[in-house]
């Protein structure tokens, strides 16, 4: 009664001009609860970040229980509203690896409250291989329009599973249909960097099993960007001559010869005497030195490693055209280089970010171009 009570106040309010939010539980429009939201971003997030086949501690998932057993303590009554928190409760229990109580969690929610979409999703997640997900997915979507209920939903479950199973085109499409129609913004937020790693990889389908496993880290280190370059590319054929060397002799060769900087901080001046690490996480600044070094190597040219210094930071006022790269730093000329030429860009037009990390798909497409 009082459901039925609430959603009659909503069908009467949507007749009037009313600037009261709502929030979709199920397929049902209901007056908007904003914990309800938090809950949700809360759980989206973590299943984003979680590592497939790893359970979740949790310590990180007690934040979103505790929140779902002070709403159960209020929703006594409310069998929708109940049952919708259950299908949360079971996605935090399959995130923690308790496939059995989240199907029973699912089945429970789906009892009191058929066709809510948290339910839906942990449902897609029970049904097993990345296979058999999306073919749950798909079926969902045949009766689920753009401006239907679950919609933003399912297409970013979409493109989880499409990234999963390295079919990066279509992932890229089903994260695009999902923000399109994100009006809260919470799915484009947390899954943006997904679809920038499917977008990135999604003319890596040539490549082989060993790089795909590198391209789909977050993250790259050196012995990773050894690894893409020597597997995709001619690039390194210079330093073995033609020879089977490990990636630790690359790394060593490579390093010997300036192609790896000894430090990645674009701030000293001085370049100093320790060594860096071949498993050292790589970031923009030092993808743009190996990037610009490799240039220069095809191109037999090594002036390009010193043109744009001599241009903009000699003088008495050196300057440099970049903001956040100074005009006397090591780092000058690969980053301008690899800027001027497209091989990496400009962040906001003005800063080139040297500390953030580069991933390895945007690394493979670079060093592909440089190698035609």
Known sequence: MKLLMIILTVLISASCTSTQRSITVGRVIVPEDTRLFELE??????????????????NLTYPPRNMIRSLEREAQGDLYLSGTLAAWSGRIAFLEGRINDAARLYNQSNNSAPGNIPAMILGIRLSGSAASQLLVIERELTVTSQNTPGFVELQTERGRVLLEMGRFAEATAAFDAAFSQDERGIYREIYLQHRD????MRNADTASAMTIGVLGQGTITWNDSITIALNETQLLRFISGGRSLSNSEYFSRLLERGFIPNTQDVNIIDWPSSRPNQNDTVTRAGAAWFIWHLYAEVRADRSMLTRYSSRFATGPNPRSPIADIPPLSPFF???????????LHLI????????DLIRGAELLSILRRIDR
């Open 41 to 58: 971003e809360m759980i989206v997030n973590i299943e984003a970040n979680a590592q497939p086949n790893i359970p979740v501690t949790e």
């Open 197 to 200: 790693i499917a977008w990135e």
């Open 333 to 343: 000329d690969s980053i301008l280089g690899s800027v001027e030429t497209e091989l």
């Open 348 to 355: 906001d037009g003005r800063n080139f970010a040297p500390a």
